[in-house]
């Protein structure tokens, strides 16, 4: 079991290193996919007003013409919004692979300090959207502080983003203490998430409506499993349509 148990951690850092290194390696192409666009698309610009000075009509001159002002431009957009995408997800990928390879630093922490620091962060988000965000006293717990912070922050962030415009946002932190880890939850009062829907969200990449106005990556929540994984704690979500979520995390006690 034991040894399992080692196998696995090899092969998944093995993979941690592959997908970093494939991500790394993709941007330089990329890169060169991006710069060369925009010089197609120079040339192509260059090219229509030599022609436009030449003084030659006809068929042959409008089918130019038709190439160079509309076709040719067309793809190269197509070219160089797919080079964008292509650029995001592979900083998103980079981002998610890095919280698998940098060191953890596994000490006690003061989550209340974490939770009041990240609250200030969002101070302006807060006060200019009219939230009632109540703290709960938060038992301390083993982790990494940034990490902590950061999925502290992830959490904060989207119950901000997913909360009903039309109501008054309330969003409360709170902690209690189990047999052997700490529980904290994350609720809010927002849109809610449908029960089939649960389980996806932590998924890489994926957003609900992924066209919604409050924009986002789909990369918070899977952040987050990445970081617990590597703090030894684990999320739950429950959550209502209409009602808003609720996010438990469970951390090791001191
Ligand atoms: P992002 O917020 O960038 O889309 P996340 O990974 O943080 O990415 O979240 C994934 C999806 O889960 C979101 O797109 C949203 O649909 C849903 N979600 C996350 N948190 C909440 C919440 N507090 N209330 C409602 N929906 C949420």
């Given at each position: ?10 092969k ?13 390696d ?6 060169n ?37 509309e076709?040719?431009?067309?793809s190269?957009?197509?070219?160089s ?21 940098v ?9 209340n ?7 200030d962060?969002?101070e302006?988000?807060?006060k ?63 849109i809610?998430?449908?029960n089939?829907?649960q ?18 990556e ?14 030894n ?14 996010f ?7």
């Amino acid at each position: 079991m034991e040894l399992g148990l080692r196998t696995l951690s090899a092969k998944n850092s093995e993979l941690q290193s592959i997908v970093y290194i494939a991500s790394h390696d993709l941007k330089s192409p990329l890169v060169n996919i991006q710069g060369f666009s925009a010089t197609l698309d120079e040339s192509c610009r260059e090219t229509i007003d030599i022609l436009k000075g030449l003084d030659v009509g006809g068929e042959v001159m409008q089918r130019i013409l038709s190439l160079t002002e509309e076709h040719i431009p067309q793809s190269l957009k197509f070219i160089s919004t797919s080079a964008d995408k292509i650029n995001m997800l592979l900083d998103g990928l980079l981002r998610v692979s890095r919280v698998g390879t940098v060191d953890v630093n596994i000490v006690r922490l003061d989550i209340n300090q974490i939770v009041k620091d990240v609250c200030d962060s969002m101070e302006f988000q807060i006060k200019e959207n009219g939230i009632d965000v109540t703290v709960g006293s938060l038992p301390d717990c083993k982790g990494d502080s940034e990490m902590i912070n950061q999925l502290f922050s992830n959490l904060l962030g989207n119950s901000i983003k997913y909360l009903d415009p039309d109501i008054e946002g309330k969003i409360s932190i709170t902690g209690t203490v189990d047999d052997s880890q700490i529980i904290y939850c994350v609720e809010d009062n927002g849109i809610g998430i449908a029960n089939e829907h649960q389980p996806k969200i932590f998924e890489l990449f994926h957003r609900l409506n992924p066209k919604d106005s409050v924009g986002g990556e789909g990369l918070g929540l899977t952040i987050i499993t990445r970081i617990l994984d590597r703090n030894n704690g684990a999320i739950r979500v429950a959550s209502e349509p209409g009602k808003g979520s609720r996010f438990f995390v469970s951390l090791p006690k001191c």
